[in-house]
């Protein structure tokens, strides 16, 4: 380690850290070694007050700045995030066991983009002039007001710059719960926003488990919830938010299908596959885990993805060149591990993989599963690790039919060198985020989001506006009054 990741303070409000021992201690675990790294406390209802007054008080102020001023802001911050890639890296490496050669460039990198995009827009969102006649209506896009983001433990600076950089754009506060599994980095996107010119209170850090997430949603200061986390969590916290008629955003889980036609680059396919499924260790929500593939090169496919799974470089993940990382925890290890069990006993053919590592840390070897059918367990439940189910198929109708057979509606993906036949099937899958000969592209300009059980809302692109802004429309008379009495 090169550095010692302990925060000044477990919680980041107004401006400063602060802390609270009464809250119950959170240790952050380093996935590649199971050593204990640094504690933080969980938030005190007192400590949860106390973020959501200031984030109240910042936002009157920072909603009455132009909207240039605002994305002044975030264009800073953009900058400062990407000057501190490498050390921003390690630390989400610690928090999350991410390989550095994945953090550096997929974590701090994406959140400056969206930092960035949405600095960019800042000074560009406006209402709309609409004439009636002599009569006018003008519309304003209105700040929501203070807005909670709550996160999973794959992405912690990304999920955190996601939520943040539209919501503050639009003129919004934010208080921020990471997962209570990976707790640091927020805490430095919260520093690197004060850095750049924020006003203390704008953008705050609370600690916590549900229970903290809970009382964030159920506070009437709050008239916005994002969340990124799983459709059971999900569920509960759009209906807490629904009994008070809050705005939601809901990034939630997904069983998503590949496609590979039998006229597909084969080697593209196979980058895709490998892409969508063991990148970050397979813990990634938009993964395409069902891997359906045509019956005539199902075997080929399986022969070149197995000789390209031993080129993976298992390992330290602060070594640049270690290409594949242990799980988040424990105890996601110890979920995936019982997948895996659940395959082998329901029949699938383990064609890779499928061990621990005999070495300190929550390494999970590379999985593949073949000859899986659609009712198994490993073809219907997210099992967010290295696991990939591949099927075969022989129809276009029929794997339509298939991939769509889910509650779920994240991604979807097309490997084929027949353009109709991409975008027929595209345009026939239920998904928000899809793929034509590539897997798991996430550019900040792009919408993304679900369908389904998949969630509700879109972060990124200008499609983010609308979910971190409401309008109010102006009807404006020119004439006299007409009354019937
Ligand atoms: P999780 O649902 O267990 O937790 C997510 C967050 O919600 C955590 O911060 C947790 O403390 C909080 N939480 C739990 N119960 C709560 C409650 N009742 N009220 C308020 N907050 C509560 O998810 P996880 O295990 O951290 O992450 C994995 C899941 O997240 C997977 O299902 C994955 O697909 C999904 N995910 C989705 C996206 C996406 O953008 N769609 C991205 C990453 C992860």
Same mark, same amino acid.
Request: glycine letters at 12%.
């Given at each position: 380690m090169g550095y010692d990741p302990q925060p000044e303070g477990s919680h980041y409000i107004d401006g400063a850290y602060v802390d609270d021992s009464a809250g119950e201690v959170i240790?952050?675990?380093?996935?590649a070694t199971g050593e204990v790294i640094a504690k933080v406390h969980a938030a005190t209802p007192a400590v949860v007050d106390r973020a959501l007054a200031a984030a109240a008080r910042a936002q009157v102020i920072w909603a009455a700045m132009t909207g240039r001023e605002r994305g002044r802001?975030? @264009?800073?911050?953009?900058?400062?995030m990407r000057e501190r890639n490498? *050390?921003?890296? /390690?630390?989400?490496?610690?928090?999350t066991g991410k390989p550095l050669q994945e953090t550096l460039v997929a974590d701090a990198t994406s959140g400056?983009?969206?930092? /960035?995009?949405?600095?960019?827009?800042?000074?560009?969102?406006?209402? /709309?002039?609409?004439q009636l006649g002599e009569d006018w209506v003008y519309t304003v896009r209105e700040a929501l007001g203070v807005c909670v983001g709550i996160g999973a433990w794959n992405y912690p600076t990304q999920i955190a710059c996601w939520k943040a950089a539209p919501a503050l754009a639009c003129g919004n506060a934010m208080v921020?719960?990471?997962?209570?599994?990976?707790?640091?980095?927020?805490?430095?996107?919260?520093?690197?926003?004060?850095?750049?010119?924020?006003?203390?209170?704008?953008?705050?850090?609370?600690?916590?488990?549900?229970?903290?997430?809970?009382q964030l949603v159920g506070d009437p200061r709050v008239a916005k919830v994002s969340l990124t986390g799983s459709a059971a969590t999900g569920r509960k916290v759009y209906a807490a938010a629904a009994g008070e008629m809050k705005h939601v955003t809901m990034e939630l889980g997904g069983k998503s299908p590949l496609v590979v036609f039998e006229d597909a680059e084969l080697e593209n396919a196979v980058s895709g596959a490998i892409n969508g499924n063991f990148y970050s260790s397979g813990q990634v929500c938009s993964n395409g885990t069902r891997v359906f593939v045509h019956r005539a090169i199902k075997e080929a496919f399986l022969e070149r993805l197995t000789e390209r799974l031993k080129g993976a470089v298992i390992g330290d993940p602060m070594d640049e060149a270690t290409s594949f990382g242990p799980m988040v925890s424990a105890r996601q290890m110890e979920i995936v591990q019982g997948f895996i069990a659940q395959g082998e006993a329901e029949g699938a053919r383990l064609v890779y993989g499928g061990k621990r590592l005999e070495r300190p840390g929550f390494y999970l *070897?590379?999985?593949v599963f073949a000859d899986v059918t659609d009712g198994m367990v490993i073809a219907r439940e997210e099992i967010f690790g290295p696991v990939m189910a591949v099927l075969d198929f022989e129809d276009e109708d029929e794997v339509i039919a298939r991939a769509n057979d889910t509650v779920y509606g994240l =991604?979807?993906?097309?490997?084929?060198?027949?353009? =109709?036949?991409?975008?027929? @099937?595209?345009?026939?899958?239920?998904?928000?985020?899809?793929? @034509?000969?590539?897997?798991?592209?996430?550019?900040? *300009?792009?919408?993304?989001?679900?369908?389904?059980?998949?969630? @509700?809302?879109? *972060?990124? =692109?200008?499609?983010?506006?609308?979910?971190?802004?409401?309008?109010?429309?102006?009807?404006?008379?020119?004439?006299?009054?007409?009354?019937?009495f």
């Open positions: 240790e952050v675990i380093y996935p802001v975030l @264009v800073d911050a953009a900058r400062l490498r *050390e921003l890296s /390690e630390l989400e490496t610690l928090d400056a983009d969206a930092l /960035e995009y949405f600095g960019g827009l800042a000074g560009s969102l406006t209402g /709309e002039h609409i921020f719960k990471p997962s209570e599994t990976t707790p640091l980095s927020a805490l430095k996107v919260a520093e690197i926003l004060i850095e750049a010119g924020a006003p203390a209170g704008l953008f705050n850090v609370v600690q916590g488990m549900g229970a903290v997430g809970g *070897e590379p999985t =991604s979807a993906g097309v490997f084929t060198r027949d353009i =109709s036949r991409a975008h027929r @099937v595209i345009g026939r899958l239920q998904a928000g985020s899809c793929f @034509v000969n590539s897997y798991n592209d996430a550019p900040v *300009e792009a919408p993304f989001g679900g369908v389904k059980a998949s969630g @509700v809302g879109r *972060e990124n =692109s200008k499609a983010a506006i609308e979910h971190y802004s409401q309008l109010k429309s102006v009807y404006v008379r020119m004439g006299d009054v007409e009354a019937p």
